[in-house]
């Protein structure tokens, strides 16, 4: 990873109450169907080892980490399309 932060989604089974996700400040949670997904930016690889060792302490069945982006995409400079 670089220096910028990267922009994580974690998914877990299930949905997480107010006390789980305390231990999750860094994210924003959002209930999808019977799983909760976890937005936010980590600030390296160490932080999100750290969340992941979280996750397995607190017994969450993890299905999915997925890097959405490094930081938002840039609108392209205008007059440069065709």
Do not use: C, W
């Amino acid at each position: 990873m670089g220096d910028d932060p990267v922009l994580y989604q974690i998914r877990v089974y299930g949905h997480l109450g107010p006390t789980l996700l305390t231990a999750f400040p860094a994210f924003a949670p959002e209930q999808q169907g019977t799983e909760t997904v976890l937005t936010g930016l980590l600030p390296d690889a160490s932080a999100l080892y750290g969340v992941l060792s979280e996750i397995e302490a607190l017994g969450l069945d993890l299905l999915e980490v997925r890097r959405v982006s490094a930081r938002p995409n840039p609108s392209p400079p205008k007059g440069d399309v065709p």
